[in-house]
C-alpha cells in the first residue's frame, strides 16, 4: 500500500471514529485512532526501519494538518450559524472548539518538527529533492508557529487562523508530494 493511500485510509479511520464515539474527546480520540492505524500499515507494508518511521511521522503530520484544517472549517460555520441568529445542533460550544483546535495547532507543529528531524537523520547526501522538502517544511513550520504564537498571544481571528493553517498545509503537501514531480519533470 503506498503513501497517499494510508494517509487516505487514516483520514477515513478518523471520520469514522469521530462520528461513532460521542464522547467530549471525540477529535482526539479519533485522531488518535488515525494516527495508530498509519504507523501499523506503514510498518506492515514498509517493515520496521527508520525510512518506514520517518514516512509515517510525515505521514501523522499530513493527517494532523488535514483535520486541523476541516476542524477549523467546521468551527467557521458554526461561528457563521451563531452570528447569523441559527442555533445549531452543535453540541460543543464555541470556546470548546477553539480550545481543541489550539491543540491540535500544537501537536501539527510538533509533528512537522518531527518530520523534519526524522528526515534529516536519515538523509544521507544533500540532494536537491532533500533542500526542496526541508525549505518548504522549515516555511510551513514558521507559518504554523507564527498562527499557533498569534492565536495564543494576540487574539488572532479563526478566520485569518484558517488561511495561515491551509498555507501551511499546502507547502508540506507540496514539499513532500509535489516536489518530485516537479524536480524530475523539469529540472531533469
Known sequence: MSFPLITLFSLVCYFIA????????????GLSIAL?????????????NTLAAHISITGCSLVILIVTFIEMSMLEKHMIKIKSGEIGSNVKSVEREYSEIFILIGIGLAAIILSLISGILIGTDLELDLIFKFMFTVFAIIIYMVTFLGIKFANLKIKYAVRGIMLSFSMVLFAYLGNSILLKTYLS
Open 36 to 48: 495508530i492505524v498509519m504507523f501499523v500499515l506503514m510498518f506492515k507494508f514498509h517493515g520496521f
Open 18 to 29: 469521530k462520528k461513532l464515539l460521542s464522547t467530549p474527546k471525540q477529535t482526539f480520540l
